[in-house]
């Protein structure tokens, strides 16, 4: 997929590196219980992939136009952890420091966010993530997804008692998404 300024793909090899270097990064995991060495990382590109495999879409590669710089992902992938909501497609991105601030999250969510409702068919789509992270919240938010606070949760993947385990959850449906686009909801 491509948008203004982002190439959405499938992962290459040459993406392991800087993704490692993203996802090591203390700012950039800052709101993640760790950041990841090499072969947690390397590890987590292989489920990505093995979902794309499996459901068709998943957390693109995200690429710039106009350099061909691995920035990050953004996509859509699948939570089934033990909560309320789940099973739930969620949205999801995350980007190297240097891709902060630009718009780029948003812009590449709003095509994955196209994708789930005009390809894989969804009526739902839910954005997660821990109350104190500000920035991406404010992607959410930008998106026109909503939050209620009866919604947010502790997360089960994260350990009690740490900070990062209390969630807030964001939901947006197809109709109100489509609204958001210019686009007539369907009957």
């Not at 992938?77 to 949205?91: D, V």
């Not at 009526?123 to 404010?138: D, H, K, P, Y």
């Amino acid at each position: 997929m491509e948008t203004e300024r982002l190439i959405l793909r499938r992962w290459r090899q040459d993406d392991r590196g800087p993704f490692a270097a993203l996802n090591a990064d203390p700012e950039v995991m800052e709101h993640f219980p760790a950041v990841l060495d090499r072969g947690r990382s390397d590890a987590m590109v292989d489920r990505i992939e093995s979902a794309f495999g499996e459901h068709g879409y998943g957390l693109w590669a995200l690429e710039l136009r106009a350099t061909g710089e691995f920035i990050g992902f953004a996509g859509l992938a699948w939570q089934t952890f033990e909560a309320r909501f789940t099973p739930a497609l969620e949205i999801g991105w995350r980007l190297a420091r240097q891709a902060w601030g630009h718009g780029y999250a948003s812009e590449a969510a709003a095509a994955a966010l196209d994708h789930g409702f005009d390809v894989a068919g969804r009526q739902e789509i839910v954005s997660l993530t821990a109350v104190g992270n500000r920035r991406s919240r404010a992607v959410m938010e930008r998106l026109g997804m909503t939050r209620d606070p009866a919604d947010d949760f502790e997360h089960p993947l994260v350990p009690e008692g740490h900070p990062l385990r209390a969630h807030v959850l964001y939901r947006v449906g197809r109709d109100a998404w489509r609204r958001r686009r210019g686009v007539t909801p369907s009957p």
